[in-house]
């Protein structure tokens, strides 16, 4: 059985660091890219980009570029979505998907994240 | 960026009824378009692919079409278990890019 797996709950404070993680299994990790999607709570969804965890290939959206890093270990079948400075703004729903042609068959079960002073 | 413009926002339906939702592309995308289901508080699963093809372990009554920039998604005969947001999305070029959603509530 496919199944992603992701970190739980955040609650940081403005100016925090975060790194939320995507556990594959049940499948060969390496050969499907890895996508991560925001859902501010009510609204709808926004792609933020992929990665190949095979060989680390990342393409971005331009509206997530240089606000987050996506980084991938194919040796933990893990992938993961990080920021170096969080804001208010990133309070959402994140989702980490499976992506066999750009579109996203199995998805993690959403990590929230929370920024409040 | 492919702008994809979903309508309506909003339906209420009965169950039984048949549902259809439009989205619509800014430009061609073949027909390279997805739709998705998310319930409340959980992640979007996905129905159709390719515009009409259904995923594993979906139900018949949903249905995938296409004419030209515009895709539809039917729901046909429709069950309690459809509430739902309902939202489209692009495959066919970078960045990809979701329709708005549309909700569907009970009459």
């Given amino acids: 059985e496919v199944q992603l797996v992701q970190s739980g709950a955040e609650v940081k404070k403005p100016g925090q660091s975060l790194k939320i993680s995507c556990k594959g299994s049940g499948y060969d990790f390496p050969n499907y890219w890895i996508v991560w999607v925001r859902q501010v709570p009510g609204k709808g969804l926004e792609w933020m980009g992929l990665i190949s965890p095979s060989d680390s290939n990342i393409i971005y959206s331009p509206s997530f570029q240089g606000q987050v890093t996506l ?40 990590t929230l994240v929370t920024v409040s002073s | 960026d492919i702008q994809m413009t979903q309508s ?24 390279s378009l997805a739709w998705y289901q998310q319930k409340p508080g959980k992640a979007p699963k996905l129905l159709i692919y390719g515009a009409t093809n259904l995923q ?30 309902y939202s489209c999305q692009q495959a066919n070029s970078f960045p990809l890019t979701f329709g708005g959603g549309t909700r569907v509530e009970i009459k």
Avoid: H
């Fill in chain 1, 71 to 110: 980084s991938a270990d194919k040796s933990i079948n893990t992938a993961y979505l990080q920021w170096d400075t969080l804001k208010a703004s990133d309070t959402a729903i994140y989702f980490c998907a499976r992506s066999p042609m750009k579109f996203f068959d199995y998805w993690g079960q959403g």
């Fill in chain 2, 8 to 31: 309506p926002s909003s339906v209420s339906a009965s169950v039984g009824d048949r549902v259809t939702i439009t989205c619509r592309a800014s430009q061609a995308i073949s027909s």
């Fill in chain 2, 56 to 85: 594993s372990g979906v139900p018949s009554r949903f249905s995938g079409s296409e004419s030209g920039t515009d895709f539809t998604l039917t729901i046909n005969n429709l069950q309690p278990e459809d509430f739902a947001t």
